[in-house]
């Protein structure tokens, strides 16, 4: 299934595969040719376990059944405010943590505490279920090793929240579904998590010294970072609207949903970069008009960004 060789199917036949988080995670500096041996060494041990479906098959989570549910009714147009109400209170854990966003300053501005679910429903809204559904269904995947989590687990939490921000801002913006754009801007680094897992288990301490530089092996990282979270997708049977999307982010024709994450990841990336001084503000604001980003848009994203970096501990 994964190999270290690069995959020209379904890849974008007019541009290289942009790297841009792996220039923020190691180096913005791309040598070209050979690998390293490190280099080298360290994809062959991630590319074994990502083969071997019983190693794999304990890297990846169980989509937690509270979240199918909420997906199907996300997706069922019959669904309607009671059909969330009633999934929420079959999980115990879920509904106290409803009741406790739904508490915050953010949703609740009297002095009375929320303290039935249907009420706490309303204040948040589907797409606020859908952030503390797929938050909490991350935050089970994300390293918990200290080094590794100061290495990069951190960087793509920040990222995936990020993303999933400028997804909703600019779904909001262009009349999409913003729980669609939301949860899937959340989860569309998953494999990545999964890959950098691997690599950590397999390498130890060994990883902690790895500062990639070729632009070969950022590629092949970013390839296989695509086509993991593809396979999760797959594996989680989770809706077509999801899988499609996250498919087309290495081909040219994107539909709606697809597209809204193309221009929120690429653009979250670069806020990365810039705020990293490896670009310069004049070429990340061009960038935005590229991806044909409104400027409030922009605009929000920017202010929104820093708060999210500073509330990720």
Not at 12 to 23: G, N, Q
Not at 90 to 96: C, G, H, N, T, Y
Request: aromatic share 10%; with cysteine.
């Amino acid at each position: 299934m994964f190999s270290n060789q690069k995959n020209n199917n379904n890849t974008l036949p007019t541009e290289e595969l942009v790297t841009d988080f792996y220039d923020v995670m190691f180096s913005s500096i791309n040598t070209y040719g050979s690998m390293k041996s490190l280099e080298q060494n360290t994809l062959n041990h991630v590319i074994k376990i990502l083969n071997n479906p019983a190693q794999l098959s304990s890297h990846i989570p169980n989509l937690p059944t509270m979240l199918i549910k909420l997906l199907d009714a996300l997706n069922d147009p019959h669904a309607d405010f009671f059909t969330f109400v009633e999934i929420i209170e079959l999980d115990p854990s879920f509904a106290a943590e409803v009741l406790k966003v739904a508490n915050t300053a953010k949703y609740n501005r009297s002095d009375k505490e929320i303290i039935y679910l249907r009420k706490a429903t309303s204040f948040l809204g589907i797409t606020g279920l859908m952030k503390i559904a797929s938050t909490l269904l991350m935050a089970d995947v994300i390293p918990c090793k200290p080094i590794y989590y100061k290495l990069y687990g951190r960087l793509i939490w920040v990222h995936s929240v990020q993303c999933a921000t400028l997804c909703e801002l600019i779904a909001r913006s262009e009349k999409q579904n913003a729980a669609d754009a939301y949860f899937i801007g959340l989860i569309h680094d998953i494999g990545r998590i999964i890959i950098f897992n691997c690599l950590s288990e397999a390498l130890g301490e060994t990883f902690s010294s790895l500062t990639p530089c070729s632009r070969e092996y950022k590629t092949l990282m970013t390839e296989m970072t695509m086509d993991m979270t593809y396979f999760i997708a797959k594996e989680w049977q989770l809706p077509s609207i999801y899988v499609e999307a996250l498919k087309q982010q290495r081909e040219i024709n994107r539909d709606s949903l697809g597209e809204l994450l193309y221009k929120a990841n690429r653009l979250s990336e670069n806020y990365l970069l810039f705020m990293k001084k490896d670009i310069e503000e004049q070429d990340y604001q061009k960038l935005q008009n590229e991806l044909s980003i409104t400027e409030k848009v922009f605009d929000e994203f920017n202010e929104l960004a820093p708060t999210i970096s500073d509330s990720i501990i």
